[in-house]
């Protein structure tokens, strides 16, 4: 057979994202575990430990309020056409397009003191700019529900509210948890909006900043890695997870 | 006990028009139509997926025209079949037994008897996406009749299949009817599936029911010129076999196969040949006729022939008949050979 050059081309050129992408985590990871000394005191530092809860805890609230108001919201634009509906739909891609400190000074500038310097605040900046990623994968996953399902679930006698439950959510979920993964990594990756809107409780990307610019590169490290390795053990777990039952 | 009233709907391409017509309970009804028609939609309305523009469906004299689909008690198989794929066989057959609450012995002694009836117990344990096409029909059947369901609605069930899966689940249908003795309501294009499923019929065309009798009524006089094209056959003539011999009011007629009982066949009206004198052959059948109409079709001429109180449609060319002096009220001989017969 003939070698495919074209595809072995394309490969060679792609291969230099994945390269970059890959090449400062291993760099970060390999400098910091040089220094071991430094890692084991910075995951003894309650600073760090604190502020790394409060990263878990506000991006998984984000998570679960994005899924509680985003499926219904996703199976209404998969299954309805309205008016005004490409105008819903823009509406949710718009936290794409807005620079995240801008989001921030919004946030406050609406909100002002009763969101300033609190978990609300952390959350609400989080949710604004992650709960498009659980919108959409609701919308795609009931989309690749065939109505019919449902139309014959409700002639076997089941209500709307009962079809939703026992056939086109359980054949979603797949996707929509994917969508809830893809939240939560965005929302424990944000720092722009919270920086403006809370910057106590100290969560740890902010902690990240703090140390970087009082104390400089050396000293921001370690909480970086321990952040970096933290996500991407939970976002791999998860990804595993949803991978499995679409599988199943 | 299903009635449907002047209903009129328009979604997307498809349109219904005046549709009225009754399916009577225990019957087997077929609305015939080509792709298009709006028969899909037709079942749709009648399943309470969608409210119609217009016009009343009613079941046993109530009016079920806005009643949600769940409150119908009826069942809808679509062409697909839509089996839950997130679910076993079993828990799909169960799933209208679930959602009822009936006690989960009953679902287990139900589904389990449904199942040995249709022949898909072995298939219990098996997901969806693992079962062929005739498979995947039975367990949708399955689903739908486990209820026992007033009324029965099946969109184009054996469109999907081959032709001998096909034939066989015609065939099987024919025996749940008789063992489970439920009404339904079976649109398809085939020509096939009305004739050996259906006790009545009616021909769908462009959203309107043209026309609505009994399947030799149907066939043998089409309303139109419209519903004679798409039916094509046109010589539908029932009687009792014996073997190879068709008794058909008081006329016997060699068949190609052996078959007992009552059955339907269809002679193609350009399979008979007209003659002055009996042809001396063997293995055909002859029938003196008396010529009842003479149509003039452009380059085909149209005999509506009587032989011992059947009425046979045949073709001949102009040419012929002015050779042959055929006139009204003209006795002639009509023949053909078993081999033209189809037996359904």
Do not use: C
């Amino acid at each position: 057979m003939k070698r495919d050059y074209v595809t072995a081309f394309f490969a060679l050129i792609g291969t230099f994202l994945v390269l970059y992408i890959l090449l400062p985590l291993v760099v970060i990871i390999s400098k910091q575990l040089l220094d071991w000394e430094m890692l084991m005191k910075t995951l003894h530092d309650e600073l760090v430990l604190d502020s790394l809860k409060n990263s878990l805890l506000t991006s998984t609230a984000t998570m679960i309020i994005s899924l509680f108001f985003g499926v219904p919201l996703g199976y209404v634009l998969a299954r309805k056409d309205f008016r005004g509906k490409s105008f819903v739909q823009a509406v949710v891609d718009v936290p794409i397009v807005i620079p995240h400190s801008v989001v921030g000074i919004m946030l406050l500038v609406t909100f002002s003191n009763r969101i300033l310097d609190s978990y609300l605040g952390i959350i609400m900046a989080m949710l604004f700019v992650s709960a498009p990623f659980t919108i959409n994968a609701a919308r795609d996953g009931f989309l690749a529900v065939d109505e019919k399902l449902e139309h014959v679930a409700r002639t076997l006698g089941a209500s709307k509210l009962k079809a939703f439950f026992t056939v086109s959510l359980p054949l979603a979920l797949p996707s929509i948890f994917s969508g809830a993964i893809m939240t939560w990594a965005r929302a424990i990756s944000e720092v722009g909006a919270i920086l403006i809107v809370a910057y106590y409780p100290k969560t740890a990307q902010v902690l990240v900043m703090e140390y970087f610019n009082n104390y400089g590169l050396r000293a921001s490290r370690p909480i970086s890695v321990i952040l970096v390795l933290l996500s991407l053990t939970i976002f791999i777990v998860l990804r595993w997870l949803v991978g499995r039952s679409r599988n199943a | 006990m299903l009635r449907v009233e002047n209903v009129n709907k328009d979604w997307k391409e498809f349109k219904l028009r005046e549709i009225s017509f009754e399916v009577n309970k225990g019957e087997y009804f077929i609305i015939l139509g080509p792709s298009g028609a709006g028969k899909t939609l037709l079942l749709e309305v009648i399943a309470g997926i969608f409210i119609p523009d217009s016009g009343r469906i009613f079941m046993n004299d109530e009016d079920i025209t806005f009643l949600p689909p769940e409150k119908r008690d009826l069942a809808y198989i679509p062409q697909n079949y839509a089996l839950f794929p997130h679910m076993r066989v079993y828990d799909n057959i169960a799933y209208g037994l679930k959602v009822r609450k009936t006690p989960k012995s009953e679902v287990e002694k139900k589904v389990k008897e449904i199942a040995e009836i249709l022949g898909i117990s072995h298939l219990l344990h098996r997901k969806p996406k693992t079962l062929s096409g005739g498979e995947a029909q039975r367990v949708a059947i399955a689903r739908a009749l486990v209820l026992e369901p007033k009324l029965l609605l099946l969109d184009e069930p054996f469109a999907n299949l081959d032709v001998q899966t096909k034939a066989k689940l015609i065939q099987e249908m024919k025996r749940w009817r008789r063992e489970l003795n439920f009404t339904a309501l079976h649109v398809t294009h085939s020509f096939e599936e009305a004739v050996s499923l259906g006790d009545r019929v009616g021909v769908m065309l462009n959203g309107r029911l043209i026309q609505t009798g009994e399947v030799r009524e149907v066939f043998g006089k089409p309303k139109n010129e419209e519903v004679a094209r798409f039916l094509g056959f046109e010589n539908i003539i029932e009687g009792i076999a014996e073997g190879r011999i068709l008794k058909a009011n008081g006329i016997l007629i060699e068949l190609p196969i052996e078959v007992k009982g009552k059955v339907r066949i269809g002679i193609r009206p350009e399979e008979i040949i007209i003659s002055n004198e009996p042809i001396k052959t063997s293995a055909r059948n002859e029938f003196k006729a008396k010529v009842l109409a003479i149509e003039d079709l452009g380059s085909l001429i149209r005999l509506t022939l009587d032989i011992g109180g059947i009425e046979l449609k045949a073709f001949i060319t102009r040419s012929s008949l002015i050779e042959m002096a055929i006139k009204e009220g003209k006795e002639v001989y009509a023949s053909f050979k078993a081999t033209a017969i189809h037996v359904f």
